[in-house]
């Protein structure tokens, strides 16, 4: 890729606010906003999955992109114990920001018993593979759907380490 694109590691987001975390979302928000006025496409690794919200908050602000998360948990809870920004609740924040096209949005991964959380996935017409449904169909099947998804159009993968079997990536 380095003959091909211009690559260049930006360093990390400088979080000021590391106390406050309203405050750090916003941080992150204002270093990709600068990314994306350069027409840079970042690669983004670390943090935990509440980064996701302020980063395509900013990739998303001019056109909603479409979504592949893999994940174990869909990550659309609301408010917990009075705060709304978490990583729980960061694919429905990101939803509700207008930054993403639902209906071009594919879960991947998801399991355990958090059926009850399902629900705004369900009403928002996201696109859910189960892990139960990925073993049934199979890699292939699966990366099919996810192409008839999102087809060519401007897309963000968020990648959850949760989505892998605990005994590959335990803890």
Known sequence: PFSIYKIADVGDVPIYNKLDLNKGLDEIETFYQEIVKNKVIPISVGGDHSIT???????????????????????????????????????????????????KTIQIGIRGSDEIHWDYSYDKKLNIVHIEDFYEKGISVVAEEIKMIVGNEPTYLSFDIDCLDPVYAPG
């Open 53 to 103: 919200y302020p980063i395509l908050k900013a990739l998303g602000k001019e056109k909603p992109l479409n979504l592949i998360h893999f994940d174990a948990h869909c990550d659309t809870d609301s408010d917990y114990h009075g705060e709304k920004y978490y990583h729980g609740a960061v694919i429905r924040n990101i939803i509700e920001s207008g930054s993403v096209n639902p209906n």
